[in-house]
């Protein structure tokens, strides 16, 4: 019989919920032997919307791109640090565009059949669930989509790894 889990992604964004979504998704891949990826989204497509609104000047959205480029650096390296720590090893990925859309192509391309992500921000109005990225995702992922909840469960699953 194969492993049903061959090959996690974990989305990361910056959030605490994204990391406690690292640090399971490091268990996951401790406990089945599987591939893990953590990938980072620099979302082009929000910065796009502020030029447009014009809350963004020109060179302000090459600072703000900048930025966010340190950011998955920054956050990516964490996720690394995090799983280096447990013995595990994870490829990081950055990609840019619409996170749906650039999560959705990577599955696909690398084949993965687990999504892990960080528990969905409350939704204030059928707008904001319109329009939120990492639930689209979730919903137009080829592969199942686990979501990941109770930080201090997770916590204390992560810190019992050997």
Request: with cysteine; hydrophobic share 40%; charged share 30%.
């Amino acid at each position: 019989m194969s492993k049903p889990v061959k090959k996690i992604m974990v989305y990361i964004d910056g959030t605490e919920q994204s990391i406690t979504a690292a640090q399971y998704a490091i268990c996951m891949a401790s406990f089945s032997d599987a591939e893990l990826i953590a990938h980072y989204v620099i979302n082009i497509k929000a910065m796009d919307d502020l030029l447009k609104a014009r809350i963004f000047l020109q060179d302000e959205e090459l600072e703000y791109e900048h930025d966010m480029e340190a950011d998955a650096e920054r956050y990516l390296n964490y996720a690394n640090e995090l799983a280096i720590a447990k013995g595990v090893t994870i490829t990081k990925k950055t990609s840019r565009g619409s996170v749906s859309k650039e999560l959705v192509d990577s599955i696909k391309e690398e084949n993965v059949d687990m999504l892990v992500i960080g528990e969905l921000s409350h939704i204030r109005s059928r707008m904001d669930e319109f329009y939120d990225e990492t639930e689209r995702a979730m919903r137009s992922a080829p592969c199942s989509v686990l979501i990941v909840k109770d930080p201090m469960k997770v916590w204390e699953l992560y810190e019992s790894l050997v």
